[in-house]
Each structure stands twice: as structure tokens, then as C-alpha cells.
């Protein structure tokens, strides 16, 4: 009975600590709602943050013990699943409880928001299941028709148009050929325009070399310069083009850099206006053909660099004008949001309740704990909007 009793005093100290450090969150947010609706999900995040900012695995391996439930599953509803341990332990220790006379209705809850905020971006579905089919579109479904009507057949829920590839005549095309098959089908299938976002990722790439595989301890060189190439006698192996300048101008000496999901990393060995210098410290399979068009990623430095640059703002005029889902990638903070949410406005008067949004966070691109940090601030700031995260 002590150990129960134990049991019980922890986790009503931890739902104490909790309520209280979620309260705060939510005061300081309050004041920028703009959505009623979003007020018992807000509520429920804060208090999700505050359990997931603890150590819990030794709490839950004494309520596994106990045959309770481990709070491993209480992503919709912490509250109600922390109130229903602290009655459960009540009774069995003989403790006055208030928390003892729950709604059982309130485990369902979240579980309904859910559902309902889904269909907010995505719209109804027809189809006998929760997930839905996101299909990216190539170039054929612009021309063939035949193609985009067996997508709809085989389940396609969402047919995404990536933004970085083909243009606004295909892009027309495209929505045309899904409008039609999902008409004629009887299918609910939602156009996303997928914006690029401030990917940074190497524009092309340079050598002399036969051979040019870097291996651990070359130096290769990057660069945003185009019009002074490197001697034919160069001793850096490779040089890659990457024309971001805020990059030169907010990255140091030491800082991480990766090529292509950590394929190679680097360190900063010497950085100046317009190119830097990169020492190769690891390499996938011991040594690898630097090509162009793959990401570079900077998990040392939380760049301050625009969501949206010209084209991305030409093709999200063009999928407002097409009653889009807006997907953008590589979102970083709540002010990116912003600025997303300041853009839509310039190209529509339609609420921005009514425009929804998806965005992609990639936590490689930024420091990552300042970024998953960030991500529950971009769910809580954008109340205005419909928008899912995607991770």
C-alpha cells in the first residue's frame, strides 16, 4: 500500500505542476486567439507540452507495474487521462479525491476534435476509413487523363501539386484533369499546391578532378559566387554553389553542416562574405560523389531567412485563385506562420478560416530543439487558420 500510496502523491504532484505551468502557456497565448473553437484544443496542447517537457519513464514504469495505464497514449486528452489515474489511485488508497467523478464522455472528446478539424482542411470522405491518400503529380497528369481518373478509382484523397517543378499552364491542367475525375467518380479529392519554402540545397558543383569522391578530411568549398571560378590547380577537391547570401552571413567557424540527410557532414573551418570552407568530418560508406540539387542542412544555426520568396508567392496567388490546399515546407517559428497568413491576405479577401494550410516542419534545417520547440507556438499562433503540421 505504500508503494501505491507513492504512486498516487507523485502523479497528483505532477497534474498539479502541469495545470499550473499550462495555465501560463495559455494566458500568454489568450490574448491572441482569434478562433473560440481552438480554445479546448489550445488548452489540451499546453497541457501536453508541460507533461512532455518531464522524464516520465520512471512514473510510468510503476503505473505499468500497477496494471494502470503508462500515459504512453494521452496525445487528444492529458487531462483526462492524468485526473482518471489520480481517481483510480484515490480509491484504491482511500484518499478524498474530487477527481474521483469524471464524464466518461470526456475520452472521446479529443478523438471528435480530431476528426473535426481534419475535415476543416481536407473536407468529408466518402471512403470507410480515417487516413487519407495523398498522391504526388507528376507531369502526366497533365496530359493524361486516363492516368488521373485510375489515382482517383485506386483511393487518392489529395492530389498534390509540387510547386518547385512544371508551371502554371500544367499546373492548370492538372487541377482540370482531378476536378473532373473525382466529379465524375463522386469522390472528394482536395487540390494541395505545395509551395518550395526556403529550402537551401547545392545549385551545382564544380572540379577538376577525375574522380572527385570526398572522404573524410578533404575541404570542400562553398560558394555564392558564379563569376570567379577556382584555379585549375586548386587544392579543394570540390566546389558547390549555394546563392543564399544570409547563409555566409550567420553561420561560424565549427558550426555542423549536412549534405543530403547526413550522407557527409562537414564543420566550418573558415567562412567569409560570400563562400566558406568546409572540412569533411564523416562520411557514408567512407567516401561519396558530391552532386548538385541535394539539401544542405545547418543544425548549429537557426537562420532568419524569408518564408516565401517571388515564386512561392506566384504560386500561392495561383492556388488561392484555385481554392488549393497551401502547402509550404521547411517552416521554422509561429512568425513564419505569419508572415504565410500576411501573404494569403494580399492575394484574397476569403478568411483565413476558410483557406487551409499545410505545413511541414524540418527540423534538420534549424537547431532541433529550438525547432521542436517551436512547433507546438506555430499550432497555438495560427487559431486564425485551418492548418495541420506535418513532421
Known amino acids: 500500500m505504500k508503494d501505491l500510496t507513492k504512486l498516487y502523491e507523485d502523479i497528483v504532484e505532477l497534474y498539479e505542476s502541469v495545470i499550473n505551468e499550462s495555465e501560463e502557456d495559455y494566458a500568454q497565448w489568450e490574448l491572441s486567439n482569434e478562433r473560440e473553437a481552438f480554445?479546448?484544443?489550445?488548452?489540451?496542447?499546453?497541457?501536453?507540452?508541460?507533461?512532455?517537457?518531464?522524464?516520465?519513464?520512471?512514473?510510468?514504469?510503476?503505473?505499468?507495474?500497477?496494471?494502470?495505464?503508462?500515459?504512453?497514449?494521452?496525445?487528444?486528452?492529458?487531462?483526462?487521462?492524468?485526473?482518471?489515474?489520480?481517481?483510480?489511485?484515490?480509491?484504491?488508497?482511500?484518499?478524498?479525491?474530487?477527481?474521483?467523478?469524471?464524464?466518461?464522455?470526456?475520452?472521446?472528446?479529443?478523438?471528435?476534435?480530431?476528426?473535426?478539424?481534419?475535415?476543416?482542411?481536407?473536407?468529408?470522405?466518402?471512403?470507410?476509413?480515417?487516413?487519407?491518400?495523398?498522391?504526388?503529380?507528376?507531369?502526366?497528369?497533365?496530359?493524361?487523363?486516363?492516368?488521373?481518373?485510375?489515382?482517383?478509382?485506386?483511393?487518392?484523397?489529395?492530389?498534390?501539386?509540387?510547386?518547385?517543378?512544371?508551371?502554371?499552364?500544367?499546373?492548370e491542367q492538372m487541377i482540370k484533369n482531378i476536378r473532373q475525375a473525382a466529379e465524375a467518380k463522386g469522390q472528394n479529392v482536395q487540390v494541395m499546391m505545395d509551395l518550395a519554402g526556403p529550402k537551401i540545397r547545392t545549385e551545382w558543383i564544380f572540379t577538376t578532378y577525375k574522380k572527385p569522391k570526398v572522404k573524410r578530411g578533404d575541404l570542400v568549398r562553398m560558394t555564392s559566387r558564379t563569376d570567379q571560378l577556382p584555379p585549375v590547380d586548386d587544392e579543394i577537391k570540390v566546389t558547390m554553389g549555394c546563392s543564399i547570401e544570409d547563409v555566409y552571413?550567420?553561420?561560424?567557424?565549427?558550426?555542423?553542416?549536412?549534405?543530403?540527410?547526413?550522407?557527409?557532414?562537414?564543420?566550418?573551418?573558415?567562412?567569409?562574405?560570400?563562400?566558406?570552407?568546409?572540412?569533411?568530418?564523416?562520411?557514408?560508406?567512407?567516401?561519396?560523389?558530391?552532386?548538385?540539387?541535394?539539401?544542405?542542412?545547418?543544425?548549429?544555426?537557426?537562420?532568419e531567412i524569408a518564408i516565401l520568396d517571388e515564386e512561392d508567392e506566384k504560386a500561392l496567388a495561383f492556388a488561392l485563385e484555385h481554392d488549393a490546399i497551401v502547402g509550404i515546407s521547411f517552416v521554422r517559428t509561429a512568425t513564419d506562420i505569419k508572415e504565410l497568413q500576411a501573404a494569403i491576405q494580399k492575394y484574397t479577401d476569403r478568411p483565413l478560416a476558410e483557406i487551409p494550410l499545410l505545413v511541414k516542419v524540418d527540423p534538420s534545417l534549424v537547431a532541433a530543439e529550438p525547432c521542436w520547440r517551436n512547433c507546438p507556438w506555430m499550432l497555438a499562433n495560427s487559431s486564425s487558420s485551418s492548418m495541420g503540421l506535418v513532421m
Request: with cysteine; charged share 30%.
Open 249 to 303: 552571413r550567420q553561420i561560424a567557424t565549427g558550426d555542423q553542416v549536412l549534405l543530403d540527410d547526413g550522407s557527409v557532414e562537414f564543420t566550418v573551418h573558415e567562412v567569409g562574405d560570400k563562400e566558406a570552407i568546409l572540412k569533411v568530418e564523416q562520411v557514408k560508406g567512407g567516401n561519396l560523389r558530391i552532386k548538385a540539387e541535394k539539401g544542405l542542412n545547418f543544425p548549429d544555426t537557426d537562420f
Open 39 to 171: 480554445v479546448a484544443s489550445a488548452r489540451n496542447l499546453f497541457a501536453y507540452m508541460a507533461v512532455r517537457r518531464r522524464d516520465l519513464q520512471s512514473l510510468q514504469e510503476r503505473l505499468s507495474q500497477q496494471g494502470l495505464s503508462s500515459l504512453g497514449r494521452m496525445e487528444s486528452r492529458t487531462l483526462y487521462n492524468l485526473e482518471r489515474v489520480i481517481a483510480l489511485l484515490a480509491k484504491v488508497t482511500g484518499q478524498t479525491e474530487e477527481l474521483a467523478e469524471i464524464e466518461l464522455d470526456s475520452f472521446a472528446e479529443g478523438h471528435k476534435r480530431l476528426r473535426e478539424n481534419t475535415e476543416l482542411i481536407f473536407g468529408s470522405s466518402e471512403r470507410d476509413r480515417l487516413s487519407q491518400i495523398m498522391v504526388t503529380m507528376p507531369q502526366e497528369a497533365s496530359e493524361n487523363e486516363d492516368y488521373v481518373r485510375r489515382l482517383v478509382k485506386e483511393g487518392m484523397d489529395i492530389a498534390r501539386i509540387n510547386c518547385a517543378h512544371d508551371s502554371p499552364e500544367v499546373w
